[in-house]
């Protein structure tokens, strides 16, 4: 299974900024994916970083208020633009597992997201 | 809309007694359901999954079913121990040859010591 590691693990912004969220594999895998989970809830899918290309948003998110990065197999950066209030989150990124199971996504700590 | 149905939404349960999470999809193209267990703070962890052309498989004390005519599907824990209270979710994939998932909403798991 892959490893996966977040940066930040937690901040507390300012509204009407920005932050940069980055994810790390410790392995090549083919999928990325950046989710949504507010407290208590369930996941939501924002988007797929596709190396090499623009990202694939899901209905209810756009390129303009999240910005991904997939330069490479292994990396993965989501920006959170001009944050408001709503935009406090958990934001899990994950990766699928290399080797067979390719359909398996394996999860990173998440960065817990605060918004003033 | 494609959607996964989950239930109950809580559950508690003595140690040592069984617990069963019970999860619908819509989408009869869906062929692969894992289910994840995240505690307090912590990362989703998959814990077991089931792909379309099997109905049972078992690891240990968790087990999951899948009756796809129903496109019903179900965990099952036995001998519950208090380390296995935490929220847990089922998933389904999103059509066959897609590597997204669709979750259910969650299932916040007791187990009375």
Known sequence: ?116 | GENVEQHPSTLSVQEGDSAVIKCTYSDSASNYFPWYKQELGKRPQLIIDIRSNVGEKKDQRIAVTLNKTAKHFSLHITETQPEDSAVYFCAASRGSGTYKYIFGTGTRLKVLA
């Open chain 1, 1 to 116: 299974s892959a490893v996966i590691s977040q940066k930040p693990s937690r901040d507390i912004c300012q509204r009407g900024t920005s932050l940069t969220i980055q994810c790390q594999v410790d392995s090549q895998v083919t999928m990325m994916f950046w989710y949504r989970q507010q407290p208590g809830q369930s996941l939501t899918l924002i988007a797929t970083a596709n190396q090499g290309s623009e990202a694939t948003y899901e209905s209810g998110f756009v390129i303009d208020k999240f910005p991904i990065s997939r330069p490479n197999l292994t990396f993965s950066t989501l920006t959170v633009s001009n944050m408001s209030p709503e935009d406090s989150s958990i934001y899990l990124c994950s990766g699928d597992g290399t080797g067979s199971s390719t359909d398996t996504q394996y999860f990173g700590p998440g960065t817990r997201l605060t918004v003033l």
